[in-house]
């Protein structure tokens, strides 16, 4: 049984600063590694996507990757309000297979 | 270009009833993707098809669900007959299913609510 931790939050931050999301994830052969955003009532999008060991920037996210450790993660950097939403991580093993989704963190920026 | 399409957006229907929800992929994405969104269990993967073949159909919960692809820009997901426990949002996704990471493109979901 494939296996996606998330701690479900709700995590609160202050505006401008630095939001760091986590997952965990138990199938040691998965190959890609995904971060979803989600707000309420809306349907998932796509924000980062990993599949190296090491760290990955876009903008204001770096996703952060450890296979060794089975670790996933997601800095937001210069948060912004518009950023509060539901972060869901996502593996896959295959490139054609499906996402196991974690539960997803609620992050809160607070102006 | 357009994005994954489901329809309806909002289904209200009694127990015993079927329920129809269909999905557009993207066009050119070769993979589709059904899943269900509760609160209590998060996103669950139902089933999956690859150029219209049922690949992985282990997360359809019960014979009373069942999912066609006749077609690379056509699916359904039907239940038959439904049950207040299947109330949630459903979610349509496609991908281009390349060898390595795919990421999934999700439609506007269908809410299912079962009275």
């Known amino acids: 049984q494939k296996e996606v931790e998330q701690n479900s939050g709700p995590l609160s931050v202050p505006e401008g600063a630095i939001a760091s999301l986590n997952c965990t994830y138990s199938d040691r052969g998965s190959q890609s590694f995904f971060w979803y955003r989600q707000y309420s009532g809306k349907s998932p999008e796509l924000i980062m996507s990993?599949?190296?060991?090491g760290d990955k920037e876009d903008g204001r996210f770096t996703a952060q990757l450890n296979k060794a450790s089975q670790y996933v993660s997601l800095l937001i950097r210069d948060s912004q309000p518009s950023d509060s939403a539901t972060y869901l991580c996502?593996?896959?093993?295959?490139?054609?297979?499906?996402?196991?989704f974690g539960k997803g963190t609620h992050l809160i920026i607070q102006p | 270009d357009a994005g994954v399409i489901q329809s309806p957006r909002h289904e209200v229907t009694e127990m015993g009833q079927e329920v129809t929800l269909r999905c557009k992929p993207i066009s050119g994405h070769n993979s589709l993707f059904w899943y269900r969104q509760t609160m209590m269990r998060g996103l669950e993967l139902l089933i999956y098809?690859?150029?219209?073949?049922?690949?992985?159909d282990s997360g359809m919960p019960e014979d009373r669900f069942s999912a066609k692809m006749p077609n690379a820009s056509f699916s359904t997901l039907k239940i038959q007959p439904s049950e207040p426990r299947d109330s949630a949002v459903y979610f349509c996704?496609?991908?281009?299913?390349?060898?390595?990471?795919?990421?999934?493109?999700f439609g506007n979901g269908t809410r299912l609510t079962v009275t």
């Open positions: 098809f690859n150029n219209n073949v049922p690949i992985d």
């Open positions: 996704a496609s991908s281009s299913g390349t060898v390595r990471g795919s990421p999934l493109h």
């Open positions: 990993i599949y190296s060991n």
């Open positions: 996502a593996v896959q093993s295959r490139g054609a297979d499906g996402l196991t």
